[in-house]
């Protein structure tokens, strides 16, 4: 009788052994597939559009569809806009690298990091913002303020002064706590 208890308690450890590893391996290959293909942090680069704006043209926006604008004195990778500034002017932020680029817009999109803390995207060595005034899709309120904030045009042919390089519009401004 002993004998016959011994062999159970072995069959029934055995069978504990075999299910902890199942179920261990099970929760190894869920963690693995939540993890890949998204740089660990489950987050992705921010996605970039483009959009009509009456009276500029075609702007580069953020996936939300609000307008992304350029400060123009921000030049050789010198964020001026931090602090106060950042409120009015929210930097477009990323934790997995630089947005792919939408269809039909040629440049380059990149990243740079803020004195201030975070990583900021680029398009074309120009840091990337919005504008807190925007209070829809669509809008582009902040264009000219200070007479060095712009929008980001897919064109030459945009409201704004510009410096074209590659067809782009690269006006800019400033306003709410830029220090030059």
Known sequence: MNGVVNGTRRTAWGAI??????LLAACGSKSNAAT??????????PAVATRSVSGIGTVL????????YHLTTEKHGQIKCTA??????PPLLTTEGAPAAPAGVSGTFGTIHRPDGGTQVTFDGMPLYMYSGDTAAGQASGQGIGG????????STGSSPSSSSGGYNKGGGYGGGYSP
């Open 61 to 68: 926006t953020a996936s939300n569809g609000f307008t992304l």
């Open 148 to 155: 060095v904030w712009f929008a980001v045009t897919t064109s």
């Open 36 to 45: 890949s293909g998204s740089g660990g942090s489950g987050m992705h680069a």
């Open 17 to 22: 052994a075999a299910a902890a590893a199942v």
């Open 84 to 89: 106060s500034c950042r409120s009015t002017w």
